[in-house]
């Protein structure tokens, strides 16, 4: 396996791991849109009990072992080598913690499980309570 | 300290333990000819599109098949995050445009 170190060793940036390297920064884009996206929608739902809320959350986790675990960054870190790979599953951990809470509440109170945002004026976080056509029923 | 394959194993375990919910919704809401409902249909879909993808991904990586994992699993993936979020966002701005129609302010 070659790992960043052996990379910067042998003062050859055209390994194997380089065009890895160029997809890697376009999966880091693409996190970064996603989480531009429901972090605006979760400013305007203001509730940290939103759905927009939990899966910023969750997809930043994401974002951040990402960037750990990108060879081009992870070499000016004195993290263990197995961090990135660690908030990634933290990260796995919390968006499925999140969905069966979010299910069983739903199941447990007949709400939805994805709060629609529409009128949202209130700042309840636009939850529609008995309203059985979103995601959750 | 556990191996790297390790962690994909338990992130492709953690991810189909998600997807269990929204294929749960996706059958359950099958015969539903409402038309809210299709939408939050169609967002479903692209939810389990993200976490099969996210599932099939770890599976590659765990396999050995690193440049198939990082090099299209991944942004696949991520892509399917991305279209998710934007089809929330469009569900959303519309539903808003729905209820304005429906309930205008008053008149001055």
């Known amino acids: 396996m070659i ?5 910067v060793n042998a003062g050859n940036i055209a390994t194997s791991l380089y065009p890895l390297q160029n997809i890697g920064d376009v999966t880091l884009v693409l996190s970064l849109a996603t989480l531009a996206i ?4 979760a400013l305007r739902s203001r509730n940290i009990k939103s759905f927009q809320f939990q899966i910023s959350i969750f997809i930043a986790f994401y974002l951040l072992g990402e960037i750990i675990e990108s060879d081009r960054i992870a070499m000016y870190l004195i993290f263990p080598p197995d961090i990135g790979s660690q908030i990634h599953v933290g990260s796995a951990s919390f968006f499925a913690i999140m969905m069966w809470l ?4 739903a199941e447990k109170r007949g709400k939805e499980m994805v709060e629609s945002d529409t009128g949202d004026e209130s700042g309840d976080g636009g939850e529609v309570k008995g309203n059985n056509s979103g995601i959750g029923k | 300290m556990l191996q790297n394959q390790y962690y994909n194993l338990i992130d492709a375990i953690v991810y189909l333990v998600v997807a269990v919910i929204p294929a749960y919704f996706l059958l359950k809401s099958r015969k539903s000819i409402n038309n809210d409902n299709d939408n939050f249909r169609k967002l479903t879909v692209v939810l389990v599109g993200f976490i099969l993808a996210q599932v099939s991904y770890h599976i590659a990586a765990l396999m050995g098949f690193r440049l198939l994992a990082k090099g299209f699993l991944e942004p696949l993936s991520m892509m399917a995050l991305l279209f998710f979020a934007v089809a929330y966002l469009v569900t959303t701005w519309k539903g808003k445009q729905h209820k304005k129609q429906r309930h205008p302010g008053p008149r001055t």
Do not use: G
């Open chain 1, 38 to 41: 429901f972090a605006w929608l």
């Open chain 1, 3 to 7: 790992t960043p170190m052996e990379n």
């Open chain 1, 102 to 105: 979010r299910f069983y509440y």
